[in-house]
C-alpha cells in the first residue's frame, strides 16, 4: 500500500512482463529516483517538475503522463498490485485477520530492507508538506478499491456493500497513521511492532485504559 511502502519496482520480478510495460516501470522509476535526488538536495517546494524531467532525462510531458501532479510522484509506486497478489496466495480458509497480519508484515519487511532512506523521506514528506499529505487522503481511495476487491473476494460478501466499504476505509486509514505516527516521531519506533500494534486495535478495538 502506497503509504506502507517504498519497495523498489527493481527488486521485483517484472520477468513476465512485455518490453512496452518494463520500459513503462523503468521510466517511472527514473522519475522517482529524479524527484528523491533532488528533494533531498533542495528540498520539496524547490523542486519543479521541469527539473524533475531534465534528470530523468525525459519530458516534463512525460512526467505528467505517468504522475498527474508532483505530489503522486512521492507517493505511489508499484506495490499495491503485488500486495493484492500476495493476498490471493494466500490459503483459502485463512483468517481474513492472519493474512493481513502476514502480507502487510513481509511488506514492511521488504520496505525496511530495500529503501530505508526512501521510506523514512516519503514518510517525513506526509508529515511535513500538506500538498503531500492532502494528496494521499486523496489517493487512498484507489488503493481503497484493489483492497476492498480483495477482501470481498476472501469473505464472499458484496464488494459494494456498506459493511466491505466501511471496513476497508477503516483499514487503509489506519495503515496510513502506522506511517505518520512513526515519522511524528523521528522514527524512533519499531514499524514492525507499530503495523501489529495497529492490526490489534482494528482487530479487537481499543484496549483498556491503563489506570
Known amino acids: 500500500m502506497t503509504c506502507m511502502t517504498a519497495a523498489r519496482t527493481t527488486s521485483a520480478d517484472h520477468s513476465h512482463l512485455g518490453l512496452r510495460e518494463r520500459k513503462k516501470i523503468k521510466t517511472r522509476t527514473a522519475i522517482r529516483d529524479a524527484t528523491y535526488a533532488l528533494i533531498r538536495e533542495q528540498g520539496y517546494d524547490a523542486t519543479t517538475v521541469e527539473q524533475i524531467a531534465e534528470r530523468a532525462e525525459v519530458s ?12 503522486d510522484i512521492v507517493l505511489t509506486d508499484e506495490f499495491d498490485p503485488l500486495l493484492m497478489e500476495e493476498i490471493r ?7 481474513w485477520m492472519e493474512t493481513l497480519r ?16 526512501v521510506l523514512k523521506l516519503r514518510s517525513h514528506l506526509m508529515v511535513q508538506v500538506p500538498a503531500v499529505r492532502s494528496r494521499m487522503l486523496e489517493t487512498m481511495s484507489v488503493t481503497g478499491k484493489m483492497l476492498t476487491q480483495a477482501i470481498a473476494e476472501r469473505t464472499g460478501r458484496d464488494p459494494e456493500s456498506l459493511e466491505v466499504r466501511v471496513y476497508t476505509m477503516s483499514l487503509i486509514g489506519g495503515l496510513a497513521e502506522i506511517t505518520l505516527y512513526w515519522a511524528e516521531h523521528d522514527f524512533r519506533d519499531d514499524l514492525g511492532e507499530l503495523l501489529h500494534h495497529a492490526l490489534d486495535v482494528i482487530e479487537h478495538g481499543l484496549p483498556p485504559e491503563k489506570p
Not at 516534463?60 to 504522475?67: A, D, H, K, N, Q
Not at 496466495?89 to 483468517?95: F, Y
Not at 513481509?106 to 520496505?111: E, L, Q, S
Request: no cysteine.
Open 60 to 71: 516534463p510531458s512525460t512526467v505528467f503522463r505517468y504522475f498527474p501532479t508532483k505530489e
Open 89 to 95: 496466495k494466500r490459503p483459502a480458509d485463512e483468517p
Open 102 to 117: 502476514h502480507v502487510m508484515t513481509k511488506a514492511v519487511g521488504v520496505g525496511l530492507a530495500e529503501d530505508l532512506d
